[in-house]
């Protein structure tokens, strides 16, 4: 079954401007909520990620907004950059039934990002 | 310098024959990870072990197989069994203890596998 639902699969924006993209899950178990980023030809790599104690992370142009309530999140690119185009991947946790401090990453379909000069 | 090596970066294979993608890890992590990408889709996990000697099938393990001999070392076998095999794969790893940094995973460079 799909938890997790990401949206847009892809996005234009021109350089300077804003980039959103949202994450939205049923499991209420997850309780670590990363952004893997991946340039074309790579692995993914963590870009950004939020615990649900707080509703706001930001970390240079990228902030994750978490709307627990609602069971989603956002990634936000602000001065969105050519260097910035590649493909976002929300990825929540999920413990599972133990009690162990590690888990597996539940993926999105990920967002292609192009930003234009 | 520590990371995951993935090899080889492309492989070709014939209908009917298995082949091993190698990855090995120097970040001395106990959990290692397979994962599939298929264009346009998400990253779908294949196998995963948290410790040598143990492994668990993850979403898509039919006709795959994994080995962990060493906790550097998680080898994935693509068997004839796979139908569609033809897809990017990529292993990460992650620590499995320690508190914060247990959730982040850290993924190789990837092996483009097709099916010729």
């Known amino acids: 079954q799909q938890q997790v639902k990401q949206s847009p699969q892809s996005l234009i924006v021109q350089k300077g401007g804003i980039s959103i993209i949202n994450c939205a899950y049923e499991n209420t178990a997850f309780d670590y909520f990363p952004w893997y980023q991946q340039f074309p030809g790579k692995g993914p790599a963590l870009l950004i990620a939020i615990r649900p104690d707080v509703s706001e992370k930001k970390e240079g142009r990228f902030t994750i907004s978490f709307n627990k309530s609602a069971k989603q999140f956002s990634l936000h690119i602000m001065d969105s950059q050519p260097g910035d185009s590649a493909t976002y991947f929300c990825a929540p946790l999920d413990r599972g039934t133990t009690t162990d401090s590690w888990g597996k990453l539940q993926f999105g379909a990920g967002t292609q990002v192009v930003v234009t000069p | ?116």
């Open chain 2, 1 to 116: 310098d520590g990371g995951i090596t993935q090899s080889p970066k492309y492989l070709f294979r014939k209908e009917g024959q298995n082949v091993t993608l190698s990855c090995e890890q120097n970040l001395n992590h106990d959990a290692m990870y397979w994962y599939r990408q298929d264009p346009g889709q998400g990253l779908r996990l294949i196998y995963y072990s948290q410790i040598v000697n143990d492994f668990q099938k993850g979403d898509i393990a039919e006709g795959y197989s994994v080995s962990r001999e060493k906790k550097e070392s998680f080898p994935l076998t693509v068997t004839s069994a796979q139908k569609n095999p033809t897809a990017f794969y990529l292993c990460a790893s992650s620590r499995t203890s320690g508190g914060a940094g247990t959730d982040t995973q850290y993924f190789g460079p990837g092996t483009r596998l097709t099916v010729l």
